[in-house]
């Protein structure tokens, strides 16, 4: 079974600043998808970043970026120049390619100084 | 944003009462998704659809089922409700293409207190 660990279960980081979130995963699969959500206090899921297992580049959305490291099962996302509005519970999830079922990990409160 | 809503966004009942949640989408995807969510937890899945009348269990299904009649609704029925079925409750949907079926975008939850 697909395990996704998240062992950070809190940070703080200073506004315009930059921090990265942890993730590590397990799974037998070589085809899969990897992905960061963002969970505000609304608690709506907000899709933040996706990275393809097959893809080598590391995915890139404005300020967000993932390091993905396929042979270490790592999976982290970096904020750079953060904002107020970015703290948030932050959820990293698996899925393998024609999967149903995301499994998530179990979160990492970000918080953000003024 | 996905065109997704979930209603009633809160309800509060009884043990033993049924109970149904409603998923509707407009963007015509094929795929569906029921998920809970526990405090201190991520989401687990509890039913899919993949398709009108089209479903299969999850990996939390026991208590309960899901109806599909429509592409764009998708029913989550708790037959007899129970304190530990006490969640908040997302749904999702995924496109039919190739890469797009593996993300899900995530409607803007239920809670739901069994008391």
């Known amino acids: 079974a697909q395990t996704v660990t998240q062992s950070q279960p809190e940070m703080s980081v200073q506004e315009a600043e930059t921090v990265t979130l942890s993730c590590t995963y397990d799974t037998s699969e070589s085809d899969y998808y990897l992905f960061w959500y963002k969970q505000p206090p609304s608690r709506q899921m907000i899709l933040v970043i996706r990275?393809?297992?097959?893809?080598?580049q590391n995915a890139t959305e404005n300020r967000f970026s993932v390091n993905f490291q396929k042979a270490a099962k790592s999976f982290s996302l970096k904020i750079s120049d953060s904002q107020l509005g970015d703290a948030a519970m932050y959820f990293c999830?698996?899925?393998?390619?024609?999967?149903?079922?995301?499994?998530f990990g179990g979160g990492t409160r970000l918080m953000v100084k003024p | 944003d996905a065109g997704i809503t979930q209603s009633p966004r809160h309800k509060v009942t009884e043990t033993g009462t049924p109970v149904t949640l409603r998923c509707h989408q407009t963007?015509?995807?094929?795929?569906m998704y029921w998920y809970r969510q526990d405090p201190g937890h991520g989401l687990r899945l509890i039913h899919y659809?993949?398709?009108?009348?089209?479903?299969d269990k999850g990996e939390v299904s026991d208590g309960y089922s899901v109806s599909r009649s429509k592409t764009e609704d998708f029913l989550l029925t708790l037959e007899s409700a129970t304190s530990s079925q006490t969640s908040v409750y997302f749904c999702a949907i995924s496109e039919d293409i190739a890469g797009g079926r593996n993300t899900q975008y995530f409607g803007p939850g239920t809670r739901l207190t069994v008391l």
């Open positions: 659809s993949y398709g009108v009348k089209d479903t």
């Open positions: 990275q393809e297992a097959y893809k080598q």
């Open positions: 999830a698996y899925i393998r390619n024609a999967g149903n079922m995301l499994t």
């Open positions: 963007e015509n995807h094929r795929y």
